[in-house]
């Protein structure tokens, strides 16, 4: 069968089962777009490559799925660049493919020319310039194998104009066929290591369990679930890895570092054992290195072996996927006599401020494990910090505007369980991530590694168009959603309902706050204004609901007016109070032992 | 005191990566944006045209060895990486040099080029152009010895290695990082 080198690579993607593609048409990929009138993939056009971007890593964070965005040449590929070093950064696999000008006209600064696979080197897994159109159904293979396996991340496949236009004979590879005789990715730990792991985490003492997002990547979730209750061991979840352990279980300390909580915070600096599963010992997470954690052997759990040893030495460094990995973890334990726990499992039932707040009561189930007595006063000292520096605020002083973690908590309580929160960065992010509680993995989408701003607006329409049938929320600044908010418009015309709830402060929060601590209240280029632009105006303008919320006792009938909304997005202004910093933090360059924690508990503090 | 290039700071990488285009940016690409540096590089096919390999000889100051052959591994056209220590591999590097040598002074030069086994590969009035191939070490003695001349051009091609050969009947204890190469045509 011949086909264009187009019709090949939509048919290409047809047989690697996508479902939906987001992008916008262009010169250069204009053969491409033929096609995909009479393909079963849907496409959503965005209004900014940048938007298809973020689109597809939403949709590939909720679904487990590659995501793909497809756009032209030059303009159109640089704009997507920013979603591709975001899905570096993250480990979210994507495949993007952008058009190129005419082989005979590459190097020749030909309009909309741009060397798309010299700017995407460093920031994408593997990318492909196609020079033939008989290698388009094999690269187009190899891509989605090399985004999807290993430590998964984006790659880019490079079509020229005339590569798309031209014929080919129409084959499909088999797995045998794919020419890459230098990808090899390791999944299985050493059982050698995985012992000597089991060794340690038996004798240990003060251990954490260092849960991060490859926790989720490898779908590993349950596995770490029942690691945590058979060995008792409490287990932090980054920024990366919300979700993948439920925030109502009792052994669940929450998110460690920068503006982590105290505990998860100092359990890590105390711990004589730290047990890394899918996490890289971000600067976000360690503070300053050399003072982080000080008294702790670390086993490290990767399957990419070039994170172990480079921030942290690991005691043990385990190459693998973490699913794999704690499998033959838990047999290791077997083998050493660890006890099976009683199946009735702890969680699920604390309400959710206990979670936050209260002091975790330890399960029957969770103390009758083996290592109970030696990790009962570890767990009596976390215990007691949780009582002592729960996460606080001031719900009575609303003269600045609505507290933050106010609209948080009630936002919150008022949706289901299992709603996705996408959020952008600064203080919202933050006061998301420390506010909601995430029972249920793949239900926080936002951006960690690159800390890209406007992640949210375009993260929840592609989380929503991967999980029509939750309720998806994205938390945003109002510095954020400036940045891309047009896609809105995309939403609307799509009808795909998502909800935006901008806490709106008027100011980039957290430079702002920076300015406040660091720079001696000096505010530089940080005020934003609260009516300027008018965002119910504007929300209206593209189609959504726009909601303003002032006053406290508006925030939750505008949240059940919004959940009530199914037909289109609905954007909510709530003005939030400027004043309100995120805390705890961990200032850049100190030690985690350097904790600031909320002014009213600061007696509290040794 | 060892000679530039051949102290403990520095280690030879032999790095056999797919024969596409690009490939020699993606490496220098990794080596930058991770802040390693790199001393020497020599690029070429090896005898089967899938491959080419890349011998560099990279500073450890910067990173830690792993580091650096665990990102490089990273990197999809990267197939095989080995680490050449000095003692047990075969270094050789070439050496171009244009010297001056006036006629009085001309058979003196000719003589230490005699002594290195080097050759003289073009004439001029009053200079020489002579080539020599040898171990690093070699050609920095060399290269000192005709500075005294006046070295008008120089130009060396920064090393390439291959493992010493194994006496013994185990043929596999080369230091290989990484994964074993793919069996290569006999040449």
């Known amino acids: 069968m011949e086909l264009t080198g187009a019709q090949a690579l939509i048919k290409s993607l047809e047989m690697q089962q996508v479902e939906v593609m987001f992008g916008l048409p262009g010169g250069a990929i204009l053969p491409v777009y033929d096609p995909i009138i009479d393909s079963s993939i849907r496409h959503i056009l965005v209004r900014h490559e940048q938007g298809a971007g973020h689109m597809a890593e939403g949709y590939a964070q909720v679904t487990g799925r590659p995501g793909v965005a497809i756009v032209t040449s030059g303009p159109g590929a640089t704009n997507i660049v920013t979603p591709l070093a975001d899905a570096y950064m993250d480990s979210i696999p994507l495949v993007v493919v952008t058009g190129q000008v005419a082989t005979s006209s590459i190097g020749s600064d030909a309009f909309q020319e741009s060397d798309i696979t010299g700017i995407t080197m460093g920031i994408t897994k593997h990318n492909w310039l196609i020079t033939d159109a008989g290698d388009i159904p094999r690269v187009v293979a190899e891509a989605f194998h090399v985004a999807t396996t290993g430590r998964p991340g984006p790659v880019l496949i490079d079509v020229p104009k005339d590569v798309a236009q031209s014929a080919m004979e129409w084959y499909w590879p088999q797995p045998s066929d794919l020419d890459l005789p230098g990808y090899r990715p390791v999944t299985e730990g050493d059982p050698a290591l995985i012992r000597q792991a089991a060794e340690l985490i038996l004798a240990a003492e003060r251990p954490v369990l260092y849960a991060g997002g490859g926790i989720l990547k490898a779908r590993a979730s349950e596995g770490l679930r029942e690691l945590a209750e058979r060995t008792g061991i409490p287990v932090v979840t980054t920024l990366m890895a919300r979700g993948s352990f439920p925030d109502s279980h009792p052994l669940c300390l929450g998110m460690p570092g920068m503006h982590g909580n105290y505990t998860a915070v100092t359990a890590m600096q105390r711990s004589d054992l730290l047990i890394a599963l899918g996490s890289r010992f971000d600067d976000r997470v360690t503070g300053r290195v050399d003072a982080f954690a000080p008294e702790a052997k670390v086993v490290h759990v990767d399957i990419d072996p070039a994170e172990h040893h480079k921030v942290r030495r690991a005691d043990v460094a385990i190459a693998g996927d973490c699913r794999s990995v704690i499998d033959d973890l838990l047999g290791a334990l077997d083998a050493l006599g660890l006890p099976h726990a009683d199946t009735t499992r702890g969680g699920r039932g604390g309400s959710p401020s206990d979670a936050v707040e209260g002091a975790p009561a330890v399960a029957g189930s969770v103390a009758d494990s083996l290592p109970r007595h030696r990790l009962s006063p570890w767990r009596a000292t976390l215990s007691d910090w949780q009582t002592r520096f729960p996460l606080v605020y001031d719900p009575a002083d609303t003269s600045g505007g609505l507290k933050p973690q106010m609209v948080l908590e009630t936002l919150r309580d008022a949706t289901p369980d299992d709603t996705i929160v996408a959020s952008g960065v600064g203080q919202h992010q933050m006061f998301a991530s420390q506010w909601w509680q995430f029972d249920y993995p793949y239900t926080w989408v936002n951006s960690g590694g690159l800390g890209t701003m406007g992640f949210a607006v375009p993260a929840a329409i592609g989380a929503k168009v991967g999980r029509p049938d939750r309720t998806v929320w994205a938390v945003d600044g109002d510095g954020c959603f400036q940045m891309t908010a047009q896609e809105l418009v995309t939403a609307s015309a799509e009808r795909i309902p998502v909800k935006i709830a901008i806490l709106n402060n008027a100011y980039l929060g957290m430079v702002r706050q920076w300015q406040e601590m660091f720079y001696g209240e000096r505010y530089s280029e940080v005020y934003l204004s609260p009516d300027l632009p008018d965002y119910v105006g504007w929300a209206e303008a593209m189609g959504c609901v726009g909601i303003r919320v002032e006053s406290p006792d508006e925030v939750a009938p505008a949240i059940d007016k919004a959940n009530a909304v199914d037909d289109r997005p609905v954007v909510i202004d709530f003005r939030t109070d400027a004043a309100e910093k995120v805390f705890p933090m961990v200032a850049a360059g100190s030690s985690n032992d350097q904790i600031v924690v909320d002014p009213s508990q600061a007696k509290e503090i040794r | ?187």
């Open chain 2, 1 to 187: 005191m060892p000679a530039y290039g051949t102290d403990k700071r520095h280690h030879t990488l032999t790095v056999l990566v797919e024969n596409k285009a690009g490939v020699l940016a993606r490496v220098a690409s990794l080596f930058s944006r991770r802040g390693y540096n790199i001393f020497s590089l020599a690029v070429a096919p090896t005898n089967d045209e899938r491959f080419s390999r890349i011998t560099i000889v990279v500073d450890v100051e910067s990173a830690p060895l792993d580091q650096i052959v665990k990102q490089l591994d990273k990197l999809i056209p990267v197939v095989s990486i080995t680490e050449l220590p000095p003692s047990s591999s075969r270094e050789r590097e070439l050496l171009l040099a244009t010297v001056r040598a006036t006629p009085e002074l001309r058979g003196q030069v000719i003589q230490l080029v005699g002594v290195f086994e080097g050759k003289i590969i073009d004439v001029g009035l009053d200079c020489l152009t002579v080539m020599l191939a040898g171990a690093p070490t070699k050609l920095d003695d060399f290269e000192d010895l005709i500075r005294g001349y006046g070295i008008i051009e120089l130009q060396r091609t920064g090393r390439v290695a291959l493992p010493m050969l194994d006496r013994s009947a185990d043929r596999t204890s080369a230091n290989v990082l990484g994964f074993a190469p793919p069996t290569e045509k006999a040449g």
